[in-house]
């Protein structure tokens, strides 16, 4: 069996790092942060859905890579945008 991305302690807490700085900013910078957010979201989605597509089915290791470059893609861009806007935000853990 697999773990989950959104199972994952460090996904839950790069989660709420994330959402603390966008609750953090205002205007167009937020709804760039909450679009960020919900691209991630989605990518890591459709990353754990592969994975559970391949554990099941034995599906294409280029669905895999495909859904790995995602999910890198799209934390990055956040990571990105949370550098630039709100540099200093951090959780207890990260």
Partial sequence: MFSKIKDLDRYKQDQKRFRLAIDSVEGDVKKQGQQLLIELNEAVNGF?????????????????ATAQQKVYETKTALEQWVAQHVPNIHTENS
Avoid: A, P, R
């Fill in 48 to 64: 754990d859905n592969v994975m559970e597509d391949l554990v099941h089915l034995s599906g294409s290791k280029l669905d895999h």
